[in-house]
Structures are given as C-alpha cells and as structure tokens.
Nanobody, 121 residues
Framework: QLQACGGGSVQAWGSLRLSCAAS????????MGWHRQAPGKERQFVAA???????YYADSVKGRFTISRDNAKNTVYLEMNCLKPEDTTVYFC?????????????????WGSGTQVTVSS
C-alpha cells in the first residue's frame, strides 16, 4: 500500500514536496514513480526512479521536479520547484517491478492515494 501526502496550494513559482510512504511490504527493489491526472483528462507520467536511484522525467517537469527515494524508509519523494498553474492536478505515486509499467502507467501493480496540488497565478 502506498500513501501520498504533501500536496497543497501555492502561488506560481512556489515549491512543494510530495511524499509517498509504502507499507505492507518492502519496495526497495521496485521502480517507483509519480503520475498526475486532472478530472476528465488523461493520466500523465511525471517521474520515475529505479531501485538504485536512476531517474527519468517527463519533458514538462524536467529541470523543475526531482524524484528521490529512501529505501530504508520505504518512501519516495517528489520535490517540485518553479510550479506553474498548469501543474495543478492530483498527483499519484505508484510502484511496479517493471520500468515500462511505471512510466506507461498501465497494469501498475500498486497505486497510491492521490494528493491535490493547486498552483495559482
């Protein structure tokens, strides 16, 4: 099970840090990632991280967002800087044993709860 938190409301160019805590099993050997989805819109990949720390980002967040993980705490983070109004939506953490699934979003083994991020201009 994955539980996300850390969302909130900020002004444009502000920052937020999302956390996703895993429980029930260890995810240290899983790929973990973040997706986001606004109501009525397609889910969008944001970032992924391998068990060893390798990262991959969507072009829309590259240079602004940083994904990291603490395997000892079974937690993945998403540091979001220079936030824009278009980043407003619900963010979900996820985990799977396959990199392609964490990036593509389909067939994901674990989805976490969502956390709302609202960026005002």
């Amino acid at each position: 099970q994955l539980q996300a938190c850390g969302g909130g409301s900020v002004q444009a160019w502000g920052s937020l840090r999302l956390s996703c805590a895993a429980s029930g099993r260890t995810f240290s050997e899983y790929y973990m990632g973040w997706h986001r989805q606004a109501p009525g819109k397609e889910r969008q990949f944001v970032a992924a991280i391998s068990w060893s720390g390798g990262t991959y980002y969507a072009d829309s967040v590259k240079g602004r967002f940083t994904i990291s993980r603490d395997n000892a705490k079974n937690t993945v983070y998403l540091e979001m800087n220079c936030l824009k109004p278009e980043d407003t939506t619900v963010y979900f953490c996820a985990a799977d044993s396959m990199y392609e699934v964490v990036v593509g979003g389909y067939g994901m083994e674990y989805w976490g709860s969502g956390t709302q991020v609202t960026v005002s201009s």
